[in-house]
T-cell receptor
């Protein structure tokens, strides 16, 4: 079956612009996660959705970052007034249940964001 | 958050076994040990996980020390396609997010 998909695969924008990154999780997965990965580092947690609600947004770096999942499936990560330091690969993952410690997360290929 | 320590890089010859170590001396009784790997230009993918007993699946084996303060991911016969960054992650019972470290970059030599 289809895995997690993310669009666009690459996004180049200018400093100060607004961007939206989309994640399509595996059908039926109730949990969805966003991570950010800088060059040479492991992924860093940003936010977690259980259904439509953000159960934990403690990883969002500041109020320029916001994410939604209005119907409990597709999610959009929104970044306002982009800065060069926002340049990274943004990864999305989904899992069936989330709160089970054996629950596997399935990652998408990521969106590479470059802020000029 | 639970911490793990892994070597930055390792090398292996093709068709030979690979043992990737991970130290997690602060592990609690409810922490599961998860391993993910990330191939170049891809998102991480699940490899294996365990709590106390050694575990085997089609991809790898996980050997967990009796005191649970360390574990070893074993690839029985490394192939060129196994070249990746391998992450050892602790995940507490009832939690949902992974705390990744910098992982071990495995290089497989033909």
């Amino acid at each position: 079956g289809a895995g997690v998909s993310q669009t666009p695969s690459n996004k180049v924008t200018e400093k100060g612009k607004y961007v939206e990154l989309r994640c399509d999780p595996i059908s039926g997965h109730t949990a969805l996660y966003w991570y950010r990965q800088s060059l040479g580092q492991g992924p860093e947690f940003l936010i977690y959705f259980q259904g439509t609600g953000a159960a934990d947004d403690s990883g969002l770096p500041n109020d320029r970052f916001f994410a939604v999942r209005p119907e409990g499936s597709v999610s959009t990560l929104k970044i306002q007034r982009t800065e060069r330091g926002d340049s990274a690969v943004y990864l999305c993952a989904s899992s069936p249940r989330a709160t089970d410690s054996t629950d596997t997360q399935y990652f998408g290929p990521g969106t590479r964001l470059t802020v000029l | 958050d639970a911490k793990t320590t892994q070597p930055n890089s390792m090398e292996s010859n093709e068709e030979e076994p690979v043992h990737l170590p991970c130290n997690h001396s602060t592990i609690s009784g409810t922490d599961y040990i998860h391993w993910y790997r990330q191939l170049p230009s891809q998102g991480p993918e699940y490899v294996i996980h365990g709590l106390t007993s050694n575990v085997n699946n089609r991809m790898a084996s996980l050997a967990i020390a009796e005191d649970r303060k360390s574990s070893t991911l074993i690839l029985h016969r490394a192939t060129l396609r196994d070249a990746a960054v391998y992450y050892c992650i602790l995940r507490a019972s009832g939690t949902y997010k992974y705390i990744f470290g910098t992982g071990t970059r495995l290089k497989v030599l033909a």
